[in-house]
Structures are given as C-alpha cells and as structure tokens.
C-alpha cells in the first residue's frame, strides 16, 4: 500500500533527522588527510565534550553504538574482572552478555523492568564489597526498553559515600542531547553514546567520554584491542585526525546537528524533551492504560513505554498503526514482547508531530478493540498547549 | 524562537513537496538542447496529458500560474473580446483583473465567494447572448480562497445545452492532481494550472492544456505574444524540445511527482483528499464553527476555509499558531482579510500529519480565547480512522 | 551507454551548479506569504542589486531569461516604437524578433557575427535620428551565439555624445556574474538578466535592473502586460513580497550562489573568467583553429566559439565528444550551425575541470578526422598554471 | 583562498562518491526493525555476495575497514596462532600490528614495498611448514600504499599445491569493485572491504566474505569478540536482520552503487579501471618519472604510485596542488613518505576528469620546480582516446 506524506517515525531512536543534517550528510566526501577534515574533526571533538559535559577527553568512533560499549570495557579492564550490572531492561542486558562475551564476570542486580537502578542497592553492594572485587560499576541511564531513567547523581553520590574505587560506567545512548547529562560534575569514568537519538544523526557514530581515572586503568588493561583502541585514538584526535578511515559523511551531520542543538540551546532542548513526555504520559492516563515506569522521579523524556491491557497484543497493535497510518512504534523487547509498546518523543520533534502521533496510537487502539477511555488526545493537548 | 521538527506547511499550496521531489530537483542541471532532456521533456508532456485528461496538446511553461492565466487569454482572444467571470473568490477576481489588464472585457456574475459558479446561471446568460459577445468562459475550478468547488461538467452542460460558442476555460491551478479532472470529457478548451499544488512540486511551473477548438482560435488572435505563444510551443514539444530555456531542475521534480501520483494511483489520490476535506470539515463543526462553502456539492477537497466568531481575528490565530506551534496556515484574502482562516489538506499529506494540523488549530482556538466546543479532533479522528 | 563520473556541461549555460546551491533548492517549500519568505526574498533583491551595480530597482521574475526580453520591453514602449538592435548574433535576432511580435519596429545593424556592436555605428545612426524616432537602443552585452563581448561603456559614451534620449537596454543573461557589468554607473536603463550562467543556478529567474528613466517611461508605457508588470512588483519587492507567487525554492539557492559569489569577491570572480577564456584561446590557436571573435577587445570571458575546418561538421564533433567523454558542448546556431561549436567556460568551473575539458575536445577533434596541431592543450596548461 | 568548481578527489580512497549516491544517503532514517528496513538489507547482502563472488556467506559491520581486519581474525583463531602476513606496505604491515596487538604471532615475509606477495614464496614458506604452524596467510590484494597488486589467485595455486590447510584471507578494502575478484572460485576464507573506494560510497560500511572453511573455525575460535561476532550476524542477516544498530543511511547508499554498478557491468568497471591506469603510467613514464610497482604484472588498477625525482619532496608537490588546483592526491605513507605521491584513478571517474587530473599533476609537477619531460598529458590522452 502506497502512502501520502511522511512516515512517522516514533520509535524511540533512531530519531527523525532534520532536514538540513540529511543534506549535511549527503556533500562529497573529502580527504580525511587534509586539512579540511582536521578542522572538521576538532570542531566536533570540541562539540561533543560540551554536550557530554567534559573538559576531558572524547573518542568518536566510526561504528554504531554496541561498538562504544565494547570499548568501554575493552580499554579498561581485564580478563576475569568483575563488574557490576543493573538490570534495567533489554538494554542493560545486552550490555552484561557482551562483558560477559569479553570474559568479564559481571554481577547483576536484579530489577523488574519498571524502575531505574536503585542508588540504595549501590551503596549495600559496594558496603559489602570490601575487598574492590568490582572494577566496573556499569549503568544505563535511560534504559529504551522500558522508558525508565537512573539517577545517576544519586549512584554517584552512593558509589562516593562507600569510598569505593570501582569505575563508573554509563550508557547514554539514548539519553544523551535529549536529558540532562553532566559526565565530569557526575564524575562519570567512561560515558558511552551513539548519534541516532537525541543528537538526531542517522546510526552510524558512536562515543566514549573518557575521565583521567579512565585513562588511568587503560594503561594496565590487558584485554585484546585494535579499532576500540583509545590510545591512538586520542593521540590522533589531539590534531584532529583519526587512526584509521573515519565515516567523514556522518561527521558533516554531526556538526549540523550540534549547531542546531546549540541554537535552541540545551537547556531548551531537555525542557522540550519532559514537556513531550508529560503530555505522552497525560494521553497514556486519560486512555487508562498504563505506563511501564512506576517510579515518578525516573519517567524517561525520551520515550513512552505503554503496557497493553490483558488479551491485547501490541505487535498487533504496532502492525495496524504501521499499516495504516504509516507510523513506526518501538516493540517490546525480550520479557516485554507484545505486552508493550513504546512511543518515542525524542530528537527533532514538534508539538504538532507529537500531536499526530499520539492521535495514531488513539485510532489504532480503537482499531485494535483495546478499550480505552474518551479524551487521552485532548489531555496531551492540555499538556502541549501551556507552552 | 528556534523550532524543533519540521515546519507544518498547511497552506492551500504551495503544497508539502515529498523528499524524493526535493531530491530531484537538486540533481545537477543538464544542457537542455541534448537527448537527455528530450527524453525527459516528451516524458513529463506525455505524464500531464494523462493527468489533465487530455489526448490533446500540453504546454509547459517555466513560470508560476499567473502567467498561465495570461497565457490562456492571450493565446486565444483579441483585444476588446468580452469574456464572462464568475466571481468565486479572490482568485477569480484577479484572474479578471488580468484580463482587464489584456484590453479584453470581463463580464462579471457576483458571488457570495461561499458558492461555485451557478451552473443555472451560465444557463441563462449564454442564453441571452444570442450575437455571441462572450468569446470566453472562464472559471476557477477550486477556488483557493474559498473552499468552494465550480462544477464543471455541470456548467459544460450548460454551454452545450445554450448552444454557445465561446470558448471554455478553466483554472485547476489547486485542483489539478487533487481532485477528479477531465479536460477532454468535459470538453474544456483551456486549463490552467500549477505546480504548486496537488503535483505537489515547489511553485514555478505552470501549464495549458489546450483543445483543438482552442488552438483555432489561436490561429486569428492578435494579442501580442511572444513567451506564451503556444506556437513555438508546440511545435518544439513535439521533439520534446522547448523554444527557449526550461527550468530544468524543476521537471526533474515534475517527472518524480508523477510517478508518485500514478503509484498511488488517481482515483485513490482524489478519495484521499475527499477524506481529508471530510475529516476537516467534521471538527471544524464539532468545534461549532461555520465552514464558509454554503453548497454541500461544492466542498473542496483541497482546503477548507472555516470563518471565524464574531470579536476575533483570523489573522491573530494565525500568528498565534505560526509562533507557538510552527504552522501555517492559509489567510483569509481581500473581503475575506481576518474573518476566515484557511486549512490546506492537500499533496503530499498523511492522516497522521492531518491530525496534527488540526490538534495546531484546536490549541490555537484556545490560545486566541475562541470559544469552540469540545471534541473536535475526536470527530476528525473518526473520520480518518474509517478507511 | 553507461558513462562512469560526472556529466561534463561545457555549454555556455546552464552552467554546471555548485553543490551547495543544489543542496539549497531542495530544502523545503514555504509559505511566500511568511515572514521567512520576506527575509529571503529582500535579501537576494538586495544581494542582486550589489551584483548588478545599482541602487535602483531590482525585479525577480519567476521564469527564464527570454521573459525578462518581454519585460523590459513591454514596461516601458508603446505600439508602434522604434528599436535600434544590433545583430550581434543568434540571441540579438531572437530578442529582435521578440520586438517584432509586440509590434515594435526594430531597426538592425547588421553584424558579421564576429564583432559586438559597434560604438561608432551608434553614435552615427543617433546623430542621425534628429527626431529621436528610436526610443530604445537594444544590446547583447555577452553574445552567447558567437563568444563576442559589447563594449557597453563606449556605447553608453556613443549615446551620451550624441544626446540621444533613447532607453539604452542590455542583455547580460550569459554575462552577469562573469564579466564586470556596472548597471548604474553606465547608465543603462534596463539590463536583463537570468540565473542558469554566471549566477550558477539552474534556469527559472531572471531579472530586470530599472534606472529611474526607465520607470518614468514605464508610467507611459501602453504595452499590454500583467505577469510582467513592473508596478506591481515593484511595490511588492519593497516589503519582501511579490505580487503572485514565486519560485521559491530557486530562491534559496539564489541567496546561496550570491554567497558564494561575494566570499569569491567579484574582481576574482572576473578575473578567473579571463583566464578561463584565455587558456581556451590559446589551446584553439595552437590546435591551428580559429576563434570565431575576430576583434581583440571583444572576446568573451564566457565561452569561446571555434570554427570549424571546412568539410568538417561541429555536430558530428559534438556528438562524438558526447558519446565518447559524455560532455555537451554549445552548438552553432542558426547561421553557424555545423560550422562552429562553443566551449563554455563560465559558472563554478576549476582549473583542472577546463582542462579536462580541452582534453575532452583535443581527442574529440583527433576522433574527428579534424587536422590539429600539437601542443593545444599544453598551451591551455601554460595559461593556468600561471596563477 | 576559496576555489571555484568542484575538488577533484584523486586520493586512492575514498573515491569520489556519484550524486546519485549521496543524494540516496541522505533519506530520512528508517526503523531498522521494521520490513523496509529488511528488504533493503537482504537486497544488499544478496548484492554484495554478487561483487564478492561468492554464494556463501556475507557480513556488513557498520563500521570502517580496519574494523573488518580484526573482524576476520578475532572469528577465526585463537591466542597465540601463527599468521603468515606479506610486507606488501603500509596497509599490510598496519593489519600485522593489529593481528600482533590481538596476541597473534605474525611471520612476515618482507617486501620492497614494490611488488606484491609472491606466490613462490608462498610455496616455499608452506612447504617448510610440514607442522602446519600457520593457521593463516593474509594478503592485501591492492596494496593502497604503493600501487601494486598481489596474484590472488596465483597464491591460491601456490597454497593448493603445498597442501596446506591454512585458512587464506585477502584485504580488497581498495579493490572490491574496481579490480576482477572471485571469493568462491579463488577459495578465499574470508574476504575483507570496505564502502569508501570500488563501492563509490562514502567510508563507514565494511564486510567479510566467509568461506565455510572459515565458518568451521570460526566454531572452535576462542578469541573474544562481541561486535566483530559473525554468529549473531549471520543468524540476523538471514533474515534482513542486523543484531545491532546499523548504519541504516550508507545502506541506502550501497543499494544505489550496486545498482549503478550492475547499469555498467562489472567486466565493463574493470577494464575501465585498467585503462586508467595504464593512461596514468602513460603519463608518468612520458614524464620521464618512475612508477613506484616494479612488475608488470601487478601494476594497480586503482591507484599509481610515483617516485619523487632525488631532492624534491612529494608533499611539497601535494600542498602546491591542493593549493593552486583543489585536486587532493595520496601521500607517501611511512617509509615512502615524502618520496611518493599517489594518484587514485578508481571509483565514478570519467576519462575527462582523469585528464584533468593527469593536467594538475603536471602543473605540479612545473611549479614544484620537478624536472619533468614534455607529453606527459598527451601520452595519457592517447591512451584514453582509444575506446
């Protein structure tokens, strides 16, 4: 079936791209030997410490974001090293098989998918962990999954408070340009990101903000690396080059996209990014239905996750509002297929599209026989309006 | 105020223009004397026959509408002929200003610009014109500034029943590729019309469609001509050639949009914009507001003009909506000036983006203190779900 | 056949566009009727007026250069007005036969297709129009017939001396933005002009430039014309406007070609043709091949016309250069069709691309049988590298 | 200094990206979960094996080239394994740092950096290897750092004849495309490339081709890896699946470059990447300068390499070029720098922007002060007009 318009592409990430990073992307590719390439790659450099809130160093690599949590731990650690783990969701999941992969021993602690890793449960492990077995504490700080949030000050002032060395490690791939992140006030060790969601780029780049504490580890860390590698990654980033073939063509939509982010200016931007959750969450409320996230202080402003009244199956749900009214909606991932679906409200977005979007999730709803309550779209208005 | 997401263009055209017209338009520009163009040339006539409904001849010019209104007088009419407007609107009006402006002379059939030229009416005046003083007819198909549909076949009838002589002409500069259209059928000696609109093309292309009948009496028309002169025209398309320089980059445009149009196929393009008139028209009266076409046969599927209360300004709630929520919409036009508003729903559009126009227009209501009733989102939701 | 690499468009316009100003047409359609609108379009009159040297009065037409003809001449002649043309060549005669079709009465100067129009001949013919019979002296400033430059200023001298009253007009389509051009200082009152050569845009606007005479004679003027009416227009342009609606998308890549052009800075801009031009010439000198322009002062920084040997067709030889090294060249017009072929080398065009494309024609008159000397293209090299 | 017209890209790498490619690329982003998203996948990954030669299997990371260096080995083997590596340049000495960095132990057989690997050599290294230590040999197949190819299928021979069971991988990152390749029929094991050169696209997409020798290693290979891991690849790829994010946009963009590949035919790719090549040595030797490859038989499609004459440094050349003409060329890496220049002849080129490359480094080499022959240029000409 052919559609009219645009696709509404409401997962939560990648997000929509502006139009103006769509047509940075597409200029001839240069000579990432030259001097416009240099140029280029410190003005990004530079660009992305701001966003990352460091004056510390920042690794961009050519690579989708698993990639950027592969070298988090790679440039670190050793074999047999154990780590911390919060399960938050898919998401932290699938960051614990990979340390797991690398031989790492992580130690998971259990959560029910509706709330953030608890700052009180930091503190208890790390009491208990008198002898620093734990090199790596690591956290997602906006798990997609579930659209739950950690509070990373609060973990941070836990992992403080017990005096412990371990490494703190956070995943903001989908947090990062779209929620408040402060890497060096939080003290973060090593900052994990990629470009397809808040910083509105297509996949394709991903990063890692680097402390000195971080860089202090690396120097002993044994485990096998080549491409993740940062030591000549920043050796060669200190004069805008790269060790190897950068993906040049990104690195155009990513100045756009920082530019952009600047002019709105972020404090704008992660403003935006709770007023759109707020009013998902007001449509969510008025429909009677339930959002995934319990805890009030962790609701993401990234995404929605919505829980589908018993007998109905969200992938059916997803497939009727794709189908007819060319929209994309995030699935339920592993524990919560079919039973979830999950609205992104993040990256380049206007009230009106958010407004578009929640009116599709209303009339597949009732296309899908799900009973909800008169008056979810008017609430999100209620929400959108008071700007 | 910097915004985030794409700007809502929901005037009554220039239309939303797809991203792979946009990305056509911007391939290199090619010498226009070679084969390459031939091919694209002969190629985007024989496309704008089908879409006119016409076996007859095509003329593309490099230029936006208005001059394919002065192309159709001047190519066909002497100085001095009288020729019969009806007063639908503001766009029928300058179209007979222009005529005016040729040295030919207008005569006038008022209106209320809430109803389409009266086919009875036609009746009647040919009928009364037994020297045959009317050397043309000339209509505006969907009135742009209105809302309001002419009935053309009806008023074709009425010619053939007076057994009038005069030529027929007919602007679909925003009805062509929106709504249903057929120049040979109903026997249509001149079309007009645009790019900007349902070809769903940036303006700057324009066209007529012409008839045999017509090309007669371009045979012995003495109005002075030389850019719109159908002759050099037709005769250079023929070889797909043009007698002077075409704007390439924008056929680029046109070929890709007819393709579109002719994947969607026609009678599934004309149902979606009667969808979406229906869908406009529901919440503008749930909102218990008046929709300014009067005739129920005559409603456009282009746009709907909606007047405003009593005590507010149409212009205000446009601004309101421009500053707040990135949208714009259509202004009510010379008598029309601040009383009415009008909603585009044409081109390129989905449901999902129709609903976000119309939830901008419910929240500006609000904002601008416009009483409205309840649920008028939800009535066009009903409608748009239906399909 | 499939030809790898880019189209080479040697033609003396379209020239080939830079990519930014691709780029730039296929950002989105807005509304003309915006505020975003009004920025833009104030923007590139002004812009224009600085590209053309003047403080007058800048018009922008949506449509392609011969339109721009019409305009100058229908705003300001009346029915029956002598002309003075000169037959520079292929595009004078067209713009002449233009005249004609308005029921102007032009008087040509005939020409040998080899010189630009001659100053002594002005001044001779306006001595002897005692009664200022002729009330507009027509003139091609850059020949794209034939590669022949008029020397503008001595004719505007010629005109002075004799005290002639006539509007002096000039067509600078193919030259704006390649060759100095001084719309005020040299006192014309209308110059012509369009976007597909020096201004590095696709074709779909021209302009006029209007000195205060010329307006005066436009109160006057009883030309019939509506979509090419100053007034109107003018009044507009003055608050961002235009009386019908725009070709907005050529609009954007306006702004960006007039951005590039001033970051160049004019003077080079200039001179770069002139050493373009020059290392054409001397690759078709040493070849043993004739340039068309006979006269040293007027040779065109813009293309540069060759004469065929005799029994030796330019058509065949543009076809062979076509099909084998897809590049188009200019073919001869009308009188010189067969005997001549135009190397254009205006727009964004480097070094390296010329010679890329004399490579391009050496080989194609070496396929052609065409009896050449040696050394063609390494004199062109003698020229470049010389910067 | 700001230049007109487009840079020339002549770097062996990336090559010069068509329009039609980075227009593709730039399409709004897709859900990556979603059928569209899988159908594009399997197309290209049905593509690739086309281009790769092979019906076994592919993998696309999305990731640069040096990532499907590590990728080949961490799949296949263990700590501690032997691998035999050819000093061939730069490249192939940069891929044994990282086998050494992954704790793989590298026997080089060494090289003058002039010729590539040699098939003799194979044998006699394979027949004294009664042990079969070796569990790998790894050859570049174009050498990018000095313009030499290595006899793939020679070496296959040379393997085949000695018996040995190691697993044999090839480096085309700079030959995929440009140069005959025949992953199944030459019983390569794995195949390593890249996007940025024979593919046209820009840097950011790279492959393995897996033999299912290479599978059955890859079940017993302990090395770690979790992004690199063919498992998951391969069980999503069957379905249009990736296990990660990919960088969905340069997908786009390959769909694009295999079709325009597929247009021209690759028999048709290669022998014009043959002709180039032997127009460029046209000109070197015409020139009087020395071609850095020494064997006849393996002289690069895809780039030549030069000798800086005694007393004159190639990057001093380069700047000059880059300066005065806009053409980047390719440096002399490591051992070769300052003595070599590369000119890349690969990728979307015409014979005409060839020549003009061929013209700036001849200018160059003029204003460099490099004693150089007359006919450089011309010696290329000859070759090229032959077709």
Chains 1, 2, 3, 4 share one sequence.
């Not at 592409?9 to 997000?15: E, F, H, W």
């Not at 990004?44 to 990352?52: E, N, Q, R, S």
């Not at 202090?216 to 073939?245: I, R």
């Not at 189908?323 to 679906?341: C, E, Q, Y």
Request: proline content about 5%.
């Amino acid at each position: 079936m052919t559609h009219s318009g645009r696709h509404f592409l409401q997962i939560p990430g990648p997000s929509n791209v502006p139009d103006s990073v769509l047509r940075a992307i597409s200029y001839p590719t240069i000579d990432h030997r030259g001097p416009e390439f240099q140029e280029l790659f410190s003005h990004v450099l530079a660009g992305m410490g701001d966003i990352f809130g460091t004056a510390n160093q920042v690794v961009i690599y050519p690579a989708t974001g698993t990639g950027a949590w592969e070298a988090a731990l790679v440039n670190t650690l050793n074999a047999g090293d154990e780590v911390l783990f919060f399960e938050t969701g898919h998401f932290s999941t699938l960051w614990t098989g990979l340390a797991e992969k690398w031989g790492l021993k992580p130690t998971v602690i259990p959560g029910d998918w509706r709330t953030g890793a608890d700052p009180d449960k930091v503190r208890e492990v790390l009491a208990a962990d008198t002898d620093h077995r734990f090199k790596a504490i690591c956290v997602v700080h906006n798990e997609t999954s579930t659209g739950v949030t950690s509070r990373i000050p609060e973990i941070r002032r836990a992992i403080d408070e017990s005096g412990h060395p371990a490494l703190f490690m956070v995943d903001t791939i989908s947090s990062l340009g779209s929620v408040d992140y402060r890497h060096d006030e939080w003290k973060v060790d090593v900052t994990v990101s990629g470009s397809q969601k808040g910083l509105m780029l297509p996949p394709g780049i991903s990063f890692n903000a680097v402390s000195q504490k971080a860089l202090d580890a690396h120097k002993h860390s044994t485990l096998p690396k080549s491409f993740w590698d940062w030591t000549e990654m920043l050796a060669s980033g200190k004069n805008g080059q790269t060790p190897y073939t950068p993906n040049t063509n990104l690195l155009y939509g990513l100045k756009e996209a920082l530019r952009m982010l600047n002019e709105e200016g972020m404090d704008n931007v992660f403003a935006r990014h709770q007023r759109f959750a707020k009013a998902t969450r007001a449509a969510v409320e008025a429909w009677g239905l339930e959002v995934l996230c319990t805890n009030e202080d962790e609701h993401s402003p990234v995404l929605t996750a919505v829980i589908m009244p018993e007998g109905h199956d969200a992938d059916e749900l997803r497939k009727i509002i794709l189908d007819k009214f060319n929209m994309s909606l995030g699935a339920g991932l592993s524990n919560l297929k079919g039973t979830v679906f999950r609205i992104g409200h993040l990256g380049d977005l206007s009230d009106l599209t958010l407004a578009g979007t929640l009116a599709g999730v209303q009339m597949g709803l009732q296309l899908a026989g799900v009973p909800i309550k008169q008056g979810g779209l008017e609430a999100a208005l209620d929400v959108l309006k008071d700007k």
